[in-house]
């Protein structure tokens, strides 16, 4: 008598898992045809690729890598760039997909060093960037993309007051430019890290330090994470607009400008933000094949694909970064909207890997506490 | 008590164990001088100082506001009060990512505080606590206004006859009725503020930080397993502390009380004092609660072209998203409906299973039990979905990559709901109906049906209703192992509000206020359907 309850509740728990089970697939899978579960096993006809959130891909290029290789791809979105990763290092050896997209060279050594990705060396690696190839001779990781992180102004703010926006690091340390910029926690946000880099670049392994000083004094404002500094703090984004924004300098994308005009209804004749060129951190991301991928053959073809030019060419407008194969044309937005870095920061991986914790560390007794 | 047993030590006890032994062993076995490493170090200290006094000045602050809710609420009848007790419920259940927007909105730089006086709260303490007053003011007024509303007026008014003043016989007769649910909500609230994570990182700026937040950081970001698993224990422990004394005066508070139906003790206001009580409560929940929400709505209305439905219709395409989504964001909804569905089926399962056995037995170890239910609400969604990660990640438990893992992770955060909820009224169930059924020749089954069932049937719904909510809000463990093609509300808002751009910003805001309709109406219905005994909450 006591059990019955418990019987009951067995049967109505099996029959709800039943019931909830044909719901699910009554709406779903008949796109993908990958079936419920994981990517299956050897021969499968989907490859799993693993990215941060910010993957972005147009359903007609996904379709024509199906139809190239008969591949069917499924995207797994796994957190921010960070922990996306993390997730891969704890998963090593039994991951969640085939491929990895995601990693940048602020992170690069950390995949490395656990040994998370088998070599292989990307058909049409030769019209890749040269600059990009940080892992050229074991080819574990294969370059996809570059971007810049930059201080972005709003340029109303400084057409009004009739005041010249900075140009460079040295700039942001003026009196002129007092109170009016915002940053993102170091230790938490990756546009943030990689302006701390950029810094560390510009000024040294001594100077940097002595820089931030000059730039707290100067007002420096630190928030979390890019989505605030964004949307709530730079005056110059629809969200800050919006949000009453008061800080005239984000450090955010050099493709942020393009974005705020393409989701703008209707669109603007000029971008109301601009770029603050020499304020800019390289940032350039990488994918590779993860070990113990169940479709390795899939995997393979896919960071071939990748790096192909019509997947290259797909990827301003929808993860707004940069080809990293020499010739592909960038779409006019870009060029009309966008703005074009000569030179910027750039640090080497082992240098960064060597310093990154310890950097971030200081960075933050000195700047946020 | 199998079935729940089983469930909890492999979603639960299991990833929970694998993850924090992952962060503590390593190939010479135990690494418990950590514990004391990390301990010691200043910012640690820090950490755990700031955790426990903005959690303690939160409650404070809550029941402080809140009470005086509690009261309308329970005694005072006035138009719309069935609306308003559900929209006050909506925060409870919002993802803290809209909360924040809704907050920085208020209380930051051209805020509606900015432009009366000039005051600017965010980055301060005072957002943190305010925000706190608003995700929790739901918790005093459902757990301390229903039992105050089924307390029986006469009792005070017998003490009043009998020559005792207005207030000495609310001291000697209602307050000792009431201090056990005060002391279990205020409980509550300490430990929901304790383990605060997204109003604190987003209101909080990075000069604050939880526990919570600071397990997040070590284990996401830093890839620190060690100190984040230290940091778990420590959570842990504290959290443990907490939920054995609110079993305590949960316990306490089951000593019989003379309660009445609710419809009864309520009236409509009368004499100075209980109008300027209820006009204070009605302006404290405009102000906090209604006005947030408020700004959501405001926003999602406010397009380029003044205001319209445009970041509504823009939900309902792929293009519109810019590829920020394979689907339509709308269908999120769907996706939100489809899991809290099942979500709730299990959690009901599991928590009625878990109620049917805690109260047909006793003893320490079914008390044990008890606490180990509720631990869920008190553990990290990080260490649960790292957790997750890597041990179902074989059969016959693959699961990574399984749509059921959401909601299963849903459930989790289900089940302390429904316990609480159908504990105290099947405790009432006279085991001697049970008894007379079967000696007049009820099989078992029969027995239940006729006599458990009816008896429950409307607490069982009301746990459904939360069970429900609560999984439609769930945002921590759903954004780790949530489907690209499949994103819940509150994952969606989440994506929308991580892209630059106007259009982008508007259909977050949209689809919040889409989430809050839902969510509301999901609690109004449960309004209907209100049982006669309240539940823990």
């Known amino acids: 008598m006591r059990n019955s309850p418990v019987r009951l509740a067995a049967v109505a728990l099996a029959a709800a898992l039943g019931v909830s089970a044909l719901a699910a697939c009554g709406g779903s899978d008949s796109a993908g045809g990958s079936g419920d579960g994981g990517s299956g096993g050897k021969g499968s006809k989907t490859v799993t690729l693993v990215s941060h959130d910010s993957f972005n891909a147009s359903p007609a290029v996904l379709k024509a890598f199906t139809a190239q290789t008969g591949y069917t791809v499924k995207v797994l979105k796994s957190g921010d760039a960070g922990e996306a990763l993390n997730k891969e290092i704890l998963t090593k050896g039994s991951p969640q997909g085939d491929v990895f997209f995601g990693v940048d060279n602020t992170l690069l050594s950390r995949a490395l060093d656990n040994g998370i990705f088998t070599p292989y060396e990307a058909k049409g690696l030769g019209s890749v960037e040269a600059a990009a190839q940080l892992d050229a001779d074991q080819h574990r990781v294969t370059p996809i993309d570059t971007g810049d992180i930059c201080v972005n102004y709003d340029k109303k703010y400084f057409a009004d007051r009739k005041l010249a926006p900075p140009a460079s690091f040295d700039d942001l340390v003026k009196p002129a430019y007092k109170n009016l910029l915002v940053t993102e926690n170091a230790a938490t946000s990756s546009p943030g890290l990689g302006f701390l880099l950029g810094t560390a670049a510009r000024y040294g392994d001594d100077g940097w330090q002595d820089y931030w000083k000059k730039l707290k004094a100067n007002g420096v404002q630190v928030v979390d994470g890019w989505e605030q500094a964004y949307n709530e703090n730079f005056s110059g984004s629809a969200g800050g607009k919006k949000a009453k924004g008061d800080r005239p300098l984000v450090v955010s994308y050099a493709s942020s400008p393009p974005v705020e005009v393409l989701y703008a209804d209707p669109q603007p004749k000029t971008a109301p933000t601009g770029v603050a060129t020499g304020t800019c951190f390289r940032q350039i991301e990488f994918a590779g094949l993860l070990k113990g991928a169940k479709n390795e053959a899939g995997g393979k073809a896919l960071l071939d694909f990748l790096i192909s030019e019509k997947f290259q060419a797909d990827m301003p407008l929808n993860m707004f970064v940069n080809p990293v194969v020499k010739g592909v044309a960038l779409p006019a937005l870009f060029t009309e909207f966008g703005a074009t870095v000569e030179r910027p920061e750039t640090l080497a991986p082992a240098k960064i890997a060597a310093n990154r914790d310890q950097w971030v560390q200081s960075w933050s007794s000195l700047v946020v506490k | ?537």
Request: proline content about 6%; some cysteine.
């Open chain 2, 1 to 537: 008590m199998a079935v729940p047993l089983a469930f909890f030590a492999v979603f639960f006890a299991y990833p929970v164990a694998a993850i924090v032994g992952r962060g503590l062993r390593t190939g010479d076995g135990w690494q418990f001088g950590r514990l004391a490493a990390v301990l010691g170090r200043p910012d640690i200290l820090g950490v755990l100082w700031f955790t426990t006094w903005q959690a303690l000045a939160s409650t404070a602050l809550t029941l402080l506001i809140a009470l005086p809710g509690a009261y309308v609420f329970a005694r005072l009848d006035f138009p719309g009060k069935a609306v308003l007790r559900a929209v006050v419920t909506v925060p409870f259940v919002l993802p803290t990512v809209v909360v924040g927007t809704a907050f920085l909105a208020l209380l930051g730089r051209g805020g509606l505080l900015d432009e009366l006086w000039g005051i600017r709260l965010d980055t301060t303490v005072w957002a943190i606590l305010l925000a706190h007053v608003f995700f929790n003011y739901a918790v005093v007024v459902r757990t301390v206004g229903g039992l105050w509303s089924q307390l029986d007026p006469r009792q005070e008014e017998a003490a009043r006859v009998l020559g005792a003043g207005r207030f000495a016989a609310w001291r000697r007769v209602t307050l000792p009725a009431l201090a056990p649910a005060v002391a279990a909500a205020a409980l509550m609230v300490f430990l929901f503020t304790f383990t605060s994570f997204g109003v604190v990182q987003i209101l909080g700026g990075p000069g604050f930080s939880t526990l919570e937040v600071e397990i997040y950081r070590q284990t996401a970001q830093l890839l620190d397993l060690p100190t984040a698993a230290v940091l778990t224990l420590l959570q842990f422990a504290a959290v443990g502390a907490i939920l054995a004394v609110h079993a305590r005066t949960v316990r306490r508070r089951e000593s019989a009380l003379r309660l009445v139906d609710p419809a009864r003790t309520a009236g409509r206001p009368r004499g100075r004092g209980q109008w300027a009580l209820l006009g204070g409560v009605l302006g404290s929940v405009t102000l906090l609660i209604l006005l947030p929400l408020g700004v959501l709505v405001e926003r999602s209305l406010d397009g380029p072209g003044g205001y319209g439905l445009g970041f509504y219709r823009a939900l309902g395409s792929v293009e519109a998203s810019g590829g920020t989504f394979l689907v339509p964001p709308l269908e999120a909804v769907g996706n939100s409906l489809r899991y809290a569905l099942v979500a709730t089926l299990i959690a009901l399962v599991i928590g009625g299973l878990a109620a049917a056995a805690l109260t047909r037995r006793a003893g320490p170890l079914v008390r044990g039990f008890d606490a180990l239910l509720m631990l869920p609400l008190g553990v990290s969604a990080v260490t649960v979905g790292f957790g997750f990660l890597i041990t179902l990640d074989k059969p016959p438990l693959d699961l990574r990559a399984s749509w059921i893992l959401v909601p299963l992770a849903q459930a989790l955060v289900g089940v302390p709901f429904v316990v609480r909820t159908m504990l105290p009224v099947l405790r009432a169930v006279d085991a001697r109906l049970r008894e007379a059924a079967a000696v007049l020749g009820a099989s078992p089954v029969r027995a239940w049906r006729e006599v458990d069932l009816p008896l429950v049937r409307r607490a069982l719904l009301v746990a459904a209703g939360f069970a429900f909510a609560v999984s439609l809000g769930e945002f921590g463990a759903t954004v780790f192992i949530a489907r690209p093609d499949r994103p819940t509300l509150p994952v969606a808002v989440a994506r929308l509000l991580g892209r630059p751009g106007e259009l982008n910003y508007g259909q977050a805001m949209a689809l919040s206020t889409v989430l809050m309709v839902v969510c509301a109406v999901s609690l109004l219905a449960l309004e209907r359907i209100r049982t006669d005994r309240s539940g823990e909450f």
